[in-house]
C-alpha cells in the first residue's frame, strides 16, 4: 500500500467572525496545516473550485487551476450561506464529496448535531476550538486520502478488466448465433 | 522600571483577572498560541475582539432604545458578542450576554434594558484591564528587543 507522506495538508477555514478567522488560523497552523481561511460559504465555495452559477448543470465541473483542499472547517451560524448548507454543496458535489467537512458552532443543539452528521460532517467541534481539537483533522485528512487512492487503483483495475473483457466479447459475438437471433427478434418488436 | 518587575506586574494583573472572573481557560489557550512566529497575537486577539464588542454595544442600544424592540435582532447581536467574548475567553461578558439572551427570549425590554447595562459594565471593567495589560506588554517587549540590538 503506497504511504501518504507528511507533507503539510491544506485546511479551508470558513467562519464570518474575524476574530475566529484569527483563532483557528493560528490554531492550525500551530499544528502544521497550511491554512487558507475566508468569511463566507460562497468564498469557500470560490476556493473550492465550485461556481454559484444555478444555470450551469448539477455536476459542476471545478476550475482547472483552483488549490488543493485536504478539509473544510467551516462555522454553522454564517450570514446567507450557513455552515450546513455549505456541507451539503460539498458532499453533493462529483468532485469535492470525500473532501473531510468538520463543523463548529458555539451551541451545543443536539439536534443540529445530528443533522450535520448526517449531512455527511465528519465532525462537529463546539467552540471555542482548543487545540486538543486539531489532533481530530488529521484522521479524517488520511481516511480521505486512502480513499482516494484506492478509488484511483480500482479505476485502474477495472480498465485493464474491461479491455480484456472487450476482447473476448468481440469473440464471443463471431461464435454465438443465438445471440443474433435473438437480437433480430428484437428488432422486429420495434415495428 | 526594571524588567522583572514590568513581569511581575503584568502576572499580577493576569492573576487578578483570573480570580476575579474576567477571564477564564480560553484565555490561557490564547496565550499558548502565542509563540516566537506570532508574537502579537494576543494583542491582535484582544484588538480585534474590542472593536467588535464596541460595535456591537453601540447597535444594540440603538436597538434596545425603540418604543418597539426587534428582539430577534437584538438576540442576533448579543450571540454574535457572546460567541467573541466566548472565544477570547472575556467570561464575565460571556454570562452577562447568557442572561441577556433569557431576556429576549421572554420579549422582555426592561430586562434587556438592565442586561445591556450590565455587559457594559463589564466589558468596560475588562476594556480597562485589557488596556493596561497591553501596555505592560509593549513595555516589557521593548525591553527584550532592546537586549537583542
Redesign the interface.
Given at each position: 500500500m503506497a504511504v501518504v507522506a507528511e507533507s503539510q495538508f491544506h485546511v479551508l477555514a470558513v467562519d464570518d467572525?474575524?476574530?475566529?478567522r484569527?483563532?483557528i488560523e493560528?490554531?492550525l497552523?500551530?499544528s502544521s496545516f497550511q491554512v487558507t481561511a475566508v468569511d463566507s460559504g460562497s468564498r469557500a465555495l470560490q476556493v473550492l473550485g465550485l461556481s454559484e452559477d444555478l444555470t450551469s448543470s448539477p455536476a459542476v465541473y471545478p476550475a482547472h487551476n483552483e488549490i488543493e483542499v485536504n478539509l473544510v472547517i467551516t462555522d454553522y451560524?454564517m450570514p446567507g450561506m450557513t455552515g450546513y448548507d455549505l456541507l451539503k454543496k460539498i458532499k453533493g458535489s462529483s468532485s469535492l464529496r470525500d473532501i473531510p467537512v468538520v463543523i463548529m458552532s458555539?451551541e451545543n443543539v443536539p439536534s443540529r448535531i445530528n443533522r450535520c452528521l448526517e449531512g455527511g460532517a465528519e465532525e462537529f467541534f463546539l467552540?471555542?476550538v482548543?487545540?486538543s481539537d486539531m489532533k481530530r483533522l488529521r484522521p479524517h485528512i488520511l481516511k480521505g486520502k486512502s480513499k482516494e487512492q484506492q478509488l484511483q487503483q480500482e479505476e485502474e483495475e477495472e480498465e485493464e478488466t474491461s479491455i480484456s473483457s472487450n476482447k473476448r466479447k468481440a469473440m464471443d459475438e463471431e461464435l454465438s448465433p443465438e445471440r443474433r437471433r435473438l437480437r433480430l427478434s428484437n428488432n422486429n418488436s420495434l415495428i | 522600571m526594571s524588567l522583572m518587575a514590568l513581569r511581575e506586574q503584568l502576572n499580577m494583573l493576569l492573576n487578578s483577572m483570573y480570580i476575579e472572573g474576567l477571564l477564564d481557560q480560553q484565555f490561557q489557550q490564547l496565550q499558548m498560541l502565542q509563540d516566537a512566529s506570532s508574537p502579537g497575537f494576543v494583542a491582535e486577539v484582544i484588538t480585534l475582539f474590542c472593536e467588535d464588542a464596541e460595535r456591537i454595544l453601540t447597535e444594540l442600544t440603538k436597538l434596545v432604545d425603540q418604543a418597539v424592540v426587534d428582539f430577534q435582532k437584538v438576540d442576533a447581536y448579543v450571540h454574535q458578542l457572546k460567541g467573541s467574548s466566548s472565544s477570547v475567553g472575556a467570561q464575565n461578558v460571556k454570562l452577562a450576554c447568557i442572561q441577556f439572551r433569557q431576556f429576549c427570549e421572554e420579549n422582555n425590554k426592561v430586562g434587556c434594558l438592565n442586561a445591556l447595562n450590565v455587559v457594559k459594565h463589564h466589558y468596560y471593567l475588562l476594556r480597562n484591564k485589557f488596556d493596561t495589560m497591553l501596555q505592560l506588554e509593549q513595555r516589557i517587549q521593548a525591553y527584550d528587543s532592546k537586549q537583542q540590538n
Open positions: 467572525s474575524l476574530m475566529d484569527k483563532l493560528r490554531l497552523k500551530t451560524c458555539s467552540k471555542p482548543q487545540l | -
